[in-house]
Structures are given as structure tokens and as C-alpha cells.
């Protein structure tokens, strides 16, 4: 389940602010759905996302008779890289590096010179001088891996209350990493791993010269469109090249994925290594529950809405495709993703599985007098907690009114402008850095927008004030005021025509006068002022109830470290892990999925789907030369496990050979981000020959072609 199209993990972030607090009732009884009473957990339902730090050398061994040596886990290693929110490898000894069209998105944009449309038409350099270096990008390797555990523990033990343990073991963490990046000059942060049972510090060397070297047409990379997106089988060449420079010329490494133009084949041994964003797999019942009947409810409602005022935006203005498609993407991708996470929660034969693991777990605590007495309570505690911030779940939400995708700039700015007013009024010592004398004309220019779009704003606004509506009902005179008696739909147009914060220069004018701020009657202002301190309050009870549960959730990891060690992958964190498997077609929709689809089954979606722009090729593609083969591999499925961020880790044989590149998981393998289970759970990947083939036939692309086969820049 590698979350498509990103945009990925910023977008998810956006939806994961409040992401525990619920229903507890059946929980802690354990009861499972009628027929699925003797359904046992498996030994990898919480997966295969292998850290650098505790490699199952052991595991390997017995299951492949493969036992890597550390040199080789070293070169997978620094072979691995991370983009911004996607993973990376390098690929050749002069800094060539792979990844997916989709991660580089935001590249193309950054690059696209006027009159042209790289995402609609591809980009490829046939020179080094052509290679464009890309703006405010960076590529991240991975160097140092230093266990910090006794650190972070000595830290949180020492507090006298829940909220103080939190609170040191958060000064401790900063504290760490301030020390490590000033020693090393990294990239430094502190990885929590087993819910808090092990600490690592990781330390990047981050590459700022990167330069686009390849990238297709979306129409081929996307191909299929939001249909396919999280299917399969899939016909996708979704990949891209950049290079990494240093001292303005190609990085010269040794470590790097060597190029196998043959790619994989059924039954084949692979590994993914790459950065999976993130999991719950170690979740308790109570707060999977909650992702259930609150969260992920919550995030699907949302998340429509916002692939609906998009899409119709684009349907009315396609001109705007190039600026707005990405965001689309975006948000029709994440609504697919989690529809399926919630599918999975509500699937009693998982569900049935957690539950066992979940027993099992806490039998084992209690039958250990010691253990029993410093972890027995913690699933009630938690179960509990859930309970109390369910209280405030929605109206916390409803009151978060700017940072977060699904708030329109009309309470954003007037929020911004509020608390502007409030901090100039304080001694330049007291305000918070952003509203420093130093800084303040910098922070005056930037709030108001540079780039608005009224028709998006407005019905943004119009489901602000419907989720409003719903989380306060009508016992909030502000929200009463704001609506005066309308639906939320007249009431936005109402607001809009009465408001003078989306107004740049009535903005400026209130910047220049802060006083007039806090007398304001505009309504958006005067909506800000009047819930201020009930927002805060609010949040300030969710947020202290969240540090209790912190507090519990870290006795949770020393409980998990303490029975399992590191025989189990802890949950994913966006950082650096290796996953194994198999190259293994499935059964689906009552028949089979081939392990690997060609360019026959291309080109087949292509005509039967005639006229349909989602498999429309591009005009390079329609009519491809004599010497292309449509019998050369395309896509392939293999047992690995991923998620989210593994967009763009490659896929190595036993020899550190690059045999594939994953873009994307199955509709079956969404439920991942909870339980692993490989019988239907797929990780999707481009295969190396299809990608050959695709360089040398389609684009003749052979300055690119040779170098991946020979590993080096052609002379």
C-alpha cells in the first residue's frame, strides 16, 4: 500500500492531528464476530519492515538460506536514500539516482520553464549541461545509526508525574539531536522504534545540488488514472532519474544498486529498501477502534469533499490542470487509501487477528508477577483515555481553524490576523519568534496569500461551517452569530460578500493598525476573538489527556520490547527499513493476478478502453517502433511488505541488484497500515526490463540506458 500520487505523506499528515481517543466498550472483552471465534494471529501480522539496527540475520537464513554479511547490509544501506516524502537509490557511481514519476512531481513544477508542460509532456537531458538542477530540493543518505535508548529512558523515568515524563523525555530527544548534528554535522533526529522500547539517532548527510535527469509523461506514469490507482494487475512505467552533484559536479559513490536489465522473475527472492511513512500495527485495540468509529470517518468525509470541489474546479477550468492536478491527485489518492484502511478495521477476520494477538499479549504480562504489576493496567488506562478525548475529538477539529487542508484562507487569515494583534502587543522579548521586531515586516508580507482561488475558497468555506454546524450543534452563540439563522451554503456567500479579510490591501491596512484588530467587527475576526479561549481550552484538555496516554504508550513499548525484543518489526516511522518476499501472483475477484503483466496487457487497456482519457497513451507511445517488444515484463507483484514513503525503494536480488522499483500496493493491501497478511497484500513495482525497454525503444534515451547498465557515465 504505498499511498499513490503524493503529495503523500504531507497530505496524510494533514489528517493525522488527532488521531486516537474513542469508543472502548468491547476492547477489553475480546470478543470476536460471531464465526471468527477461532481465528488465531499469524506470526507476521505486524510485518516485515526490518530496521538497520536489529537485521533478522536468523530469519533470512532459515527462510531464504541467504545470511547477509555486514558488508552487504551496509551497501544496501547507502545504497537507499529518502526525498521528500518518497524513497530514492542510488543507481550508478556518478550520483544517478531512481525513484517514482509521482515523488518528483513537485520537481517537474519547480523546473518547467515558460511554454512548457513537463508533467504532460516528460523531460529527459541528453546532456549533462541539460540536467536542471532543481530548486529547494534534497536527497537524504543515511550514515549514522547510534542506539540512544538508556539516554531517552533515564529521561522519561526521572519524571514525578505522566505529563513531566513526557515533557523530560521530549527535552532529552531535542537535547540528543542538537548534540549529535552540531558533532557530526548531519542531519540528526531520534527514531522511536517499539512504541518507545528502543531509541535510535539517525544521521543523514543531505545532498542539496540535485538536478532532473528523466521523467516520462504522466499520461504513461499515471496510466490507468484513479481506476487503477491501488490495483492490479497495473501497466504503469512510473519512474524517474535525477543526479545528485557535489561541487557542481556528478557525485562520484561506491555505493550504489547495480543495474539487472533482466529484472525479476516468479518465485524470485526480493528486498524492498526504502522509508514505509508510517503503520499502527502495534496499535491497542481500543485505539484501532477509535481510528474506526472517529478518525478515519472523519479524514473519508473530509477528504471527499475535497476531491469533489477539486475535481468539479478542473471540469470548469481545465486550463488550471497543470497547477491543480497534483493537489488532485493528492486527495483522490488518500480518500482510496483510507477507504481501505477503514475496510480493513471493519473486516472481522483481521480484527479477529489483532484481537488474539492482543490476548495473548496481555496473558503473557499477567503471568508474570513483575511484569503484570508494572504493565498489567495499561490497555484499561489507554481504553480510558480513549473514552475522555472522544469527548472533545470533533469540536477540537471543527476549532482548528487554520494549518490543515480542508480550512478555507477566510478563518486562516483572520486567525493569522488575531494572533498578530495579540503578539504585538507583548515586549519584543515575550512574542514568539515569527513576531520578533527583527522578523515582523518579513511575517506582515507573508500572511496574506500569494496565490488565492475564490470559487475553491468559498466551498471550502461552506464545509467549514457544515463541520462546524455538526461538532457544536447550536451551543455556540459565536458560530450562531456567524450563521445568522442560514444553511451553511447561503451563510458562506453571506460571509464572503461581508468580509474584507480575503481583501489584500483592508488586510495591509489592519497590519498597520493591530489595535483595529481586536475591535474588529468583521465577522470572521470577531468569530476568532469570541472562540479563542474555548478553542484553547479545548485543546489544551485534549492535549493533556494526550500526554497521559503518551506516558502509557511508553510503558506499552517497554512491555512489547520487554516479551517480543526485536523478533518483531517495530511500526513504521518514515525511516530507513529493508522488507523480503517473493515474486507471487494472487487470487482476485474469483480468479488469478499474473505475477508480472507486459506491455501487450499496456496497450490491450489502451484500445478496449478507447476514448477513455485515463488509458489514453501519449502520441510517442501509439505507435511504437518495430524493434519495441511488447513481450518484455512491465509491472510485477511480490509479497513485500510497504506503505506509504516506499514510493520509489528499489527492489534488490540477493545480490544487491536492482530488479524492480515500487510505486504503488494493491486495493488488498491497504489494511497493512494495521495487520500485514501476504495472502492477498501485494507490493506493485516497474520492472528493470520494462524500464530498459522503455528508455532504449521509446525515447532512445541511450546516454541513460548505457549508464544504468554500465553502472557509470558513458565516456
Known amino acids: 500500500m504505498i ?3 503524493k503529495t503523500n505523506l504531507v497530505i496524510l499528515l494533514l489528517f493525522s492531528v488527532l488521531m486516537i481517543g474513542c469508543s472502548a466498550t468491547q476492547e477489553l472483552t475480546y470478543q470476536k464476530q460471531p464465526g471468527y471465534e477461532n481465528v488465531k494471529a499469524s506470526q507476521f501480522d505486524n510485518g516485515k519492515m526490518w530496521t538497520f539496527d536489529y537485521p533478522p540475520i536468523d530469519y533470512f537464513k532459515k527462510e531464504y538460506g541467504f545470511e547477509p554479511t555486514a558488508e552487504w547490509l551496509e551497501n544496501a544501506r547507502l545504497g537507499a536514500l529518502r526525498l521528500p516524502g518518497c524513497s530514492a537509490s542510488f ?12 515523488c518528483i512531481r513537485s520537481a517537474l513544477d519547480r523546473v518547467n520553464l515558460e511554454g512548457e508542460n513537463l508533467p504532460e509532456n516528460g523531460f529527459f537531458a541528453r546532456t549533462l549541461e541539460e540536467e536542471r538542477k532543481i530548486p529547494n530540493y534534497y536527497v537524504d543518505q543515511l550514515v549514522l545509526i547510534e542506539d540512544v535508548t538508556d539516554q531517552v529512558k533515564a529521561a522519561f523515568e526521572s519524571g514525578k508525574t505522566d505529563e513531566e515524563k513526557v515533557q523530560k523525555r521530549q527535552a532529552k530527544i531535542s537535547e540528543l539531536e542538537k548534540e549529535y548534528s552540531k558533532r557530526t554535522g548531519l542531519i540528526c533526529n531520534v527514531v522511536t522504534f517499539f512504541n518507545g522500547g528502543k531509541y535510535s539517532i539517525y544521521g543523514y548527510k543531505r545532498y542539496n545540488d540535485v538536478r532532473l535527469v528523466f521523467a516520462p509523461e504522466t499520461q504513461v506514469a499515471y496510466f490507468g488514472g484513479d481506476y487503477d490507482n491501488f490495483t492490479y494487475p497495473r501497466y504503469d512505467i512510473d519512474f524517474a532519474f535525477l543526479r545528485v552533484y557535489e561541487n557542481d559536479k556528478p557525485l562520484k559513490t561506491k555505493n550504489y ?3 539487472n536489465p533482466d529484472g525479476a522473475k516468479e518465485g524470485d ?3 524492498v529498501i526504502g522509508n514505509p511513512g508510517r503503520t499502527n500495527r502495534l496499535y491497542t485495540i481500543s485505539q484501532l477502534n477509535f481510528l474506526k468509529d472517529y478518525s478515519y470517518p472523519y479524514t473519508l468525509d473530509l477528504l471527499n469533499n475535497l476531491t469533489i470541489i477539486y475535481s468539479d474546479f478542473l ?14 491527485f493528492g486527495f483522490s489518492n488518500s480518500l482510496k487509501a483510507f ?12 480484527m479477529a487477528k489483532k484481537i488474539d494477538f492482543e490476548k495473548n499479549f496481555r496473558n503473557i504480562i499477567n503471568s508474570n508477577t513483575n511484569w503484570k504489576k508494572k504493565y498489567g493496567s495499561i490497555w484499561t488506562d489507554l481504553a480510558e483515555f480513549q473514552k475522555e478525548k472522544a469527548k472533545y475529538f470533533y469540536k477540537v477539529n471543527a476549532l482548528s481553524l487554520r494549518g490543515r487542508a480542508g480550512k478555507s484562507l477566510y478563518f486562516q487569515i483572520a486567525s493569522d490576523l488575531v494572533e498578530f494583534a495579540e503578539q504585538v502587543k507583548l515586549p519584543d522579548e515575550k512574542r514568539a519568534p515569527r513576531f520578533k521586531d527583527s522578523v515582523l515586516a518579513n511575517t506582515k508580507e507573508k500572511l496574506f496569500p500569494s496565490d488565492i482561488e475564490p470559487e475553491i475558497q468559498l466551498v471550502t468555506l461552506e464545509i467549514q461551517l457544515e463541520e462546524l454546524s455538526k461538532a457544536f450543534v447550536k451551543d455556540l452563540k459565536a458560530l450562531n452569530d456567524l450563521l445568522a439563522g442560514m444553511s451553511p451554503k447561503l451563510a458562506a456567500k453571506n460571509l464572503d460578500a461581508n468580509t474584507i479579510v ?3 490591501e483592508k488586510v495591509a491596512q489592519l497590519l498597520d493598525n493591530p489595535s483595529e484588530i481586536l475591535t474588529s467587527n468583521d465577522p470572521f475576526i470577531k468569530f476568532v476573538r469570541e472562540t479563542r479561549s474555548l478553542a484553547q481550552d479545548l485543546t489544551k484538555k485534549y492535549q493533556d489527556i494526550q500526554q497521559k496516554e503518551q506516558a502509557k504508550v511508553q510503558l506499552l513499548g517497554y512491555a512489547i520490547y520487554d516479551v517480543y525484543g526485536t523478533s518483531l518489526p517495530p511500526d513504521a516511522t518514515f525511516t530507513l527499513r529493508i522488507s523480503d518476499g517473493v515474486v507471487k501472483g494472487y487470487e482476485y475477484n474469483g480468479t488469478i493476478a499474473p505475477p508480472i503483466t507486459t506491455f501487450y496487457g499496456m496497450y490491450d487497456r489502451y484500445y478496449s478502453f478507447k476514448g477513455y482519457a485515463d488509458w489514453d497513451l501519449p502520441e510517442l507511445w501509439r505507435n511504437p517502433p518495430k524493434e519495441f517488444d511488447l513481450n518484455v515484463p512491465l509491472n510485477f507483484v511480490s509479497t513485500a511488505d510497504i506503505i506509504g514513503g516506499n514510493s520509489g525503494s528499489p527492489l534488490v536480488n540477493i545480490k544487491l541488484e536492482v530488479v524492480g522499483l515500487a510505486f ?12 500485514f497478511d501476504d495472502t492477498k497484500n501485494r507490493t506493485v513495482a516497474v520492472h528493470t526490463a520494462g524500464i530498459t525497454e522503455s528508455l532504449q525503444d521509446i525515447y532512445k534515451a541511450i546516454r541513460l540506458v548505457e549508464e544504468l547498465i554500465n553502472g557509470r557515465i558513458p565516456q
Open 3 to 5: 499511498q499513490r500520487k
Open 91 to 102: 543507481i550508478s557511481e556518478d550520483g544517478l539516482v531512481m525513484t517514482n514519476h509521482h
Open 257 to 259: 544498486f547495480k543495474w
Open 269 to 271: 527472492v526480493i528486498f
Open 315 to 328: 471540469k470548469k477550468y481545465p486550463d488550471k490542470k497543470l497547477k491543480y492536478q497534483s493537489t488532485l
Open 339 to 350: 477507504t481501505g484502511y477503514l475496510g480493513g478495521l471493519k473486516d472481522p477476520y483481521l
Open 502 to 504: 480575503m481583501n489584500k
Open 664 to 675: 504503488d500496493g494493491n486495493i488488498e493491501s491497504l489494511p497493512g497500515n494495521f495487520i
